[in-house]
């Protein structure tokens, strides 16, 4: 192992964790990206808790990294990197967490992706999985196109919408969601890559507001409203409401037109819609 100083120190407190007879430990930069990365714990405030099922699960995580969970934490400290070597050899630990930066990418359909020269044509419902930081000054696309659900990302193919507004051969990207690809990843990716981007969400407020903070933000891809707002009258009532205390403020102060036109129609008929709605069967 490593003695970076990232890898020791989340080593140091995860072992401080299992060893500790507390559930309930106060967040830090370490502990909070070890709980967005990985899923264990449970955010209560400024704390992270963790029963004793998910401190199981941290002391196989050590393992499976070759760390004994009854290692003292402050094993590491003033040794060399041979002696290092004895207390952790599992060589993953010398980089960021597993998927970490990682965002899912690929073009519609009958168009290729361009990516470090070369166009490579995927087959439907395929992607590619890669390092944001690393893929985007090897990306040759003119705009993008960000996809708010997995399930739509993934049959893009199949959505019976018009996506030319985005551009003749958009980057297709997902949003990603609280696992390992998440949407801090994709935001960072879009910006990095600079290039007008549009964006395919769910038609709720959270939604607009998905696309209202996309950097380069150009559009957003709807059916034509009369569609749907026909759509809208079997939307979901539930989802708005719940929705609207977060989002309300910014919405109705947004000068998007845009953004308002879709605005308008949700307002008027209370009532959400997934983008699965326009899914072929």
Known sequence: MSTGEFPKQLVRTLLSVVQSPQTRFRASHTLDHFHEDY???????????????????ICDLLRAEGIDPATHPEAWKGISRAQALRLGPNEKL???????RRVAIKSLPGQP???A?????????????????????????????????????????DTVLDFSPA?????????????????DHALAFLAAINVPVWAFVDYDPS??????????????IAPDLARLERDLAQGLSERY??????????????CDERVQEIWSLLRRHGRALPQERYLGL
């Open 241 to 254: 409401q719940k929705q609207l205390p977060q989002t309300i403020a910014v919405l109705e102060t947004c």
């Open 113 to 115: 992706l361009c990516f």
């Open 117 to 157: 020269g070369q166009t490579i044509r995927l087959p439907p419902g395929c992607h590619l999985d890669v390092d944001g930081a690393s893929a985007a000054p090897l990306l040759a696309h003119s705009t993008a196109l960000l996809v708010e659900n997995w399930e739509s990302f993934e049959r893009i193919h």
């Open 94 to 100: 010398t980089s960021a967490p597993v998927k970490c």
């Open 207 to 220: 939604g607009l507001l998905i696309a209202l903070r996309l950097p380069r933000f150009t559009g957003i």
């Open 39 to 57: 899923g264990i714990g449970r955010r209560a405030g400024t704390s992270i808790q963790f029963d004793d099922a998910q401190k199981a699960q």
């Open 167 to 183: 551009g003749e051969n958009p980057l297709v990207v997902w949003r990603g969601d609280s696992s390992k690809t998440r949407p």
